[in-house]
């Protein structure tokens, strides 16, 4: 026989009551929100956010008008909470409700939240769509997540950059300004651009409607990455797919010293330049594909200049024409090795659908498109803190985990909130992730703590 029964308040909880369900006399089901949480392993991110000073900047590059009453949390507050809420799965600001007595995100926020409350719906409404959307804090949150790159490489400093370039669809299914139906995607949707490096971090991104061309406004996403880069001694890259074969690309990178591979759509012209690689192979037909490489000078009319090209053409077994792909670069090493390094702009996209998947960030349901822009870069910000952890933190033997496998082992870790006079304990389970797991993230977080000396 199933009862309810109603128990006592739990310190915290406010005006909730925790409720009791009892099963036959053996078994017992009790729900205090403010002694449990589910999410325990986002402390491990909030080590790594305060090692590194990132969702501090906030109060440096933010401007925080808010008087009287709405200012009970700090800006930086409020950040965290947007940013390490959507880290965790809860995508939407009515979640926040719940999360405003959940303990570890209280922790994680910091501040009044500590002892109190975090933020309630309304406040990170107000938040997202009212402060953040600010001309002057709409474009410092478009810069942040270069500024939080910066400092996890004062940490880890890289030998060489790798910029991929690729645009992505986020549906909507409302009225939203700025949405339009996409024929490529077969949609109607946002058409977002992202800069990411190699190692999977998001560079830059910018919020598009929904029926623009892939490459549009590629200068205002790759222009402030490249400036953030200059000067450091470093070799560059680009590459990107047959959405960016602009001339006017080309000699903006060359001008940068970057060097780049970029596909190009095929045409007569190049064709003719391999016609002797398009002749079926003579004798049986091969049981693996039959791969040739050419590279050759071209110059298209809307070319300043010839180029050079690279063509992989493959034979496979049972298909009567071949497989043909072209590549303008300035690149000097061999054709294979060309594409290969082509080849390898495919993480790219990989790390769009963990976007998507980890933490949601098609989710732009709201009316207006500067909100929806707001809301974009948040999530850019909770996925970059995710994958600093996987990239810079994790062992060796887990950084395979994508950021979905990390949301469900190590940020939904259970625990149970002890408060003691001096201290909060929590009581972890002991599941997924093992706490010699867990210490060693911690352990390799410490690390980051102080900045590389420069070498001088």
Request: proline fraction near 4%.
């Amino acid at each position: 026989m199933l009862k309810q029964q109603k128990t006592e308040k739990p310190a915290g909880a406010g005006k909730k009551e925790a409720l009791r369900v009892v099963f036959d006399s053996r078994l017992k089901l009790e729900f205090h929100g403010s002694k449990v949480t589910s999410d325990a392993g986002l402390l491990a991110y909030r080590e790594l956010d305060a090692a590194l000073g990132l969702t501090d900047l906030g109060d440096e590059l933010l401007n925080d008008w808010r008087t009287g009453k709405n200012t009970q949390h700090s800006i930086v507050a409020l950040m965290r909470q947007s940013i390490f809420s959507r880290l965790a799965g809860y995508e939407d600001t009515n979640d926040a409700e719940r999360l405003s007595v959940d303990p570890t995100m209280r922790h994680v926020v910091g501040g009044r939240a500590t002892e109190h409350t975090a933020a309630s719906t309304s406040q990170m409404g107000r938040f997202e769509t009212e402060v953040l959307t600010q001309p002057r804090n709409l474009k410092a949150l478009t810069k942040l997540s270069g500024k939080w790159i910066d400092r996890l490489r004062e940490r880890q400093p890289m030998r060489e950059l790798i910029l991929d370039m690729d645009s992505s669809v986020s549906e909507t299914y409302g009225e939203q300004e700025g949405t339009a139906y996409n024929g490529h995607f077969g949609c109607t949707c946002y058409h977002p651009l992202f800069c990411f490096n190699q190692f999977g971090d998001v560079e830059h991104s910018l919020l598009r409607d929904g029926n623009v061309h892939s490459a549009k406004d590629w200068r205002a996403v790759l222009e402030p990455v490249v400036a953030r880069y200059q000067g450091r001694n470093l070799r560059r890259y680009f590459r990107a797919d047959a959405a960016f074969a602009n001339p006017e690309i080309y000699e903006y990178l060359e001008a940068e010293g970057f060097e780049y591979a970029i596909r190009l759509p095929a045409n007569d012209a190049l064709l003719r330049d391999i016609e002797p690689l398009l002749t079926r192979p003579v004798g049986r037909p091969s049981s693996v594909p039959v791969v040739w490489y050419a590279g050759f000078l071209y110059q298209a009319k809307s070319w300043n200049r010839a180029r050079r090209v690279v063509a992989k053409v493959e034979w496979h077994n049972g298909e009567l024409f071949p497989r043909v792909g072209f590549i303008v670069t300035n690149l000097t090493r061999p054709a294979k090795r060309v594409v290969r390094f082509y080849n390898q702009r495919g993480t790219a996209e990989q790390w769009i659908k963990e976007g998507k998947n980890a933490v949601n960030w098609t989710r732009l349901s709201c009316h207006d498109f500067v909100d929806n822009q707001v809301r974009l870069h948040l999530f850019v910000l909770a996925y970059n803190l995710g994958n600093f952890l996987r990239q810079s933190v994790l062992p060796q033997s887990v950084r395979h985990w994508t950021l979905t496998t990390l949301r469900e082992k190590l940020i939904k870790i259970g625990a149970k909130v002890v408060r003691h006079s001096r201290q909060v304990v929590f009581q972890m389970a002991e599941v997924a992730v093992p706490r010699e797991l867990f210490r060693t993230i911690l352990t390799a977080i410490d690390r980051l703590r102080q900045p590389v000396p420069a070498c001088g």
